[in-house]
């Protein structure tokens, strides 16, 4: 089905409920040589099913380090998909002609989502597993808050209790994100707490720290590794994650298909990574495969650039140190981002598979200022009429920048990215923006060795 403007003017290119995937796609099937392993932290040793197991039920932890090429999607998770599932792709014509560019630019909008993210395709995937097993609460941070917003949702649909962390800085300049989580059923603690040995213990050396994801991760995993009947939940960086996101690339492969465009660019913003690999890696099996060729580009924050100038090593994936030993790129776990307003790429480290595919060559990396990411945000609601949340803004930005290389060289390539979220609840970010009291940082040469100094020695 497609609905345009008028003629061949195609602005919304849409599928039927029936064109929903029915599999995820594990893109480790395809590389060349796999991800290294996640290893224990005592031992050094890979870990097995039974070092993940108080955490995760054990259908996850079959999904996390599965060889498969296909997962099947339960029934009852494609129930709860079919509330916003197939997310429509658009065509930015408007914003193409304000940029005076031959480039075709292409956004999947996950924004129709419940949550108004892309993260209810992961939360409702994990709410379901957990409740199959019996599990009875999940525990869990947020950054930004939609992957709170979206868990507190997910386990809404299958009679869970949901307990979030939030980042301190996050919680405080977000206070719809708390009312929303709640509204859904959730409870929702800044983050550090007094409520974990892990909180108090920053909370102890800097009452009046930020917080981090890092911090809000160990929090939530000490409580659920405390209490038989509760498990936690992650939503980026674990393979598992990332799978469940692909129905996003599934659907946009069908979707240009439909108007028979291939993509030349394709960019996404990276925190965790989920939402980066939610789009590109289903193009990137068909890039290993010989079926196309675009240039896959990651996006990051100047102020946690993990990607393009954080260490490979191996890491903990929390501040206090309860996880495996994840290998990926990494500013180090003891790192504490400046409160940024893209709250949910405040992160550390980047998801160990993305970091993988990345060493091998297969994508590569960009980090940009708040300022101009904002500024691509401001042209995008004016021009498309959606106020992206502030984690695409990132990747909006990498898009404008190909365009104008676009209009420089006559090159009519074809851009397609994920507009992850709408920013509906993060307009005082948007408010510091347009006052001009926004500020960038880039982190120094030795904040990066300060950071880094904490790194585990494996």
């Given amino acids: 089905m497609l609905a345009g403007m008028s003629g061949e003017r195609i602005t919304k290119i849409t599928l039927d409920e029936s064109e929903i995937p029915r599999r995820w796609y594990n ?82 909008y996950e924004g129709v989502s419940p949550a108004g993210s892309h993260k209810p395709n992961t939360a409702v995937a994990q709410a379901y597993y957990n ?51 709640e509204t859904f059923g959730g409870v929702i603690h800044p983050s550090p707490s007094e409520l974990t040995a892990a909180g108090r213990a920053v909370l102890a050396a800097d009452p009046h720290s930020p917080g981090s994801l890092g911090i809000a991760i160990s929090e939530a995993v000490e409580i659920a590794a405390q209490h038989e009947d509760t498990k936690y939940a992650l939503g980026s960086v674990l393979n598992h994650v990332l799978l469940h996101q692909t129905v996003i690339g599934e659907e946009a492969l069908l979707q240009l298909a439909k108007v028979g465009d291939t993509p030349d660019v394709i960019v996404g913003c990276t925190g965790g990574g989920s939402n980066f690999a939610g789009l590109a890696f289903p193009f990137l099996r068909e890039k290993l495969a010989g079926r196309m060729d675009p240039v896959i580009r990651a996006v990051e924050p100047a102020a946690c650039p993990t990607l393009t100038k954080g260490v490979y090593a191996y890491d903990f994936g929390d501040t206090a140190g309860m996880t495996p030993l994840m290998k990926m790129h990494t500013l180090g776990h003891d790192f504490v981002p400046d409160p940024i307003h893209a709250g949910g790429l405040r992160y550390h ?76 609840l993060d307009m005082a970010a948007y408010g510091s923006y347009l006052a001009g009291t926004m500020t960038d940082r880039e982190l120094s040469p030795e904040d990066l060795k300060a950071a880094a100094a904490g790194l585990p020695v494996v």
């Fill in 349 to 424: 480290g980047m998801s160990p598979l993305i970091s993988h595919v990345y060493e091998l060559g297969l994508i590569e990396a960009v980090a940009k200022s708040q300022s101009e990411c904002f500024a691509a945000g401001v042209r995008f609601a004016r021009t498309e009429g959606i106020v992206p949340a502030p984690e695409p803004t990132h990747a909006l930005a990498a898009c404008v920048e190909e365009a104008l290389r676009c209009k420089e060289t006559g090159e009519p390539k074809v851009i397609l990215t994920a507009l992850c979220g709408h920013g509906h």
């Fill in 131 to 181: 409740a199959a097993a019996g599990v009875r609460r999940l525990t869990t941070e947020t950054g930004a808050g939609q992957w709170g917003t979206a868990l507190a949702f997910a386990c809404a649909q299958f009679d869970l209790t949901c307990e979030v962390w939030q980042v301190r800085a996050s919680y405080d300049q977000k206070p719809y994100r708390k009312l929303m989580i």
């Fill in 27 to 108: 893109v480790a099937a395809d590389l060349p040589s796999p991800p290294p392993p996640v290893l224990h932290p005592g031992t050094l040793q890979p870990v097995g099913p039974a070092d993940l197991a108080p955490l995760f039920p054990m259908a996850l932890i079959e999904q996390e380090v599965t060889t498969e090429r296909y997962v099947d999607i339960p029934d009852e998770v494609l129930d709860v998909y079919r509330l916003w599932r197939p997310s429509p792709l658009f065509r930015a014509h408007r914003l193409e002609r304000a940029l005076g560019t031959p480039a075709r630019i292409y956004y999947k």
